[in-house]
């Protein structure tokens, strides 16, 4: 599979996803870190959600997100009590189940980059097999 992946991201999940077989296709992405058909997935470490939060930088994201794509996803890797910074724990908590109920937006929180990827992949797959049964069926997905 050939996703594209924001070229602002690391050589190190290119390399776990490509070990996935995911082949990710680097280039400026407007929204999201990484892209397949209407499937979006922003990547955060736990520091960089916190960062995010605080300087407004998520809400415009995930808004983006929702404008844009019919899936969204919003994986995290690090735990909440590893987190820098004085932000609260509730703090954080509170924004997830933000991220959940007001937008929508499935989130995964995950240790490492290897879980993330690995995230990636089977969200990836998932949305291939909704498309491949769709496609069988002779109709459009999503009606699209």
């Known amino acids: 599979m050939l996703i594209d992946m924001d070229d602002r991201e690391t050589n190190v999940m290119m390399k776990e996803l490509g070990e996935m077989e995911i082949m990710c296709y680097p280039k400026r992405l407007k929204t999201g ?14 520091d960089d959600f ?3 939060m605080i300087d407004g930088r998520l809400r415009s994201q995930v808004e983006r997100m929702k404008k844009e794509f019919k899936y969204n996803y919003v994986l995290v890797s690090g735990k909440i ?5 004085d932000m609260n ?8 189940v933000s991220l959940v109920v007001k937008y929508n937006i499935k989130i995964l929180i995950l240790e490492d980059d290897r879980q993330l990827a690995y995230a990636i992949k089977r969200i990836l ?20």
Not at 81 to 85: E, I, L, P, T, V
Not at 89 to 96: A, D, F, P, T
């Open 81 to 85: 009590s590893g987190r820098k910074g």
């Open 50 to 52: 916190c960062a995010s």
């Open 33 to 46: 870190d990484y892209v397949w058909k209407d499937v979006c997935i922003e990547r955060k470490t736990m």
């Open 125 to 144: 797959e998932r949305h291939e097999k909704m498309y491949d049964l769709e496609e069988m069926k002779g109709g459009e997905v999503n009606g699209k």
């Open 89 to 96: 724990e509730n703090c954080v908590i509170g924004m997830l």
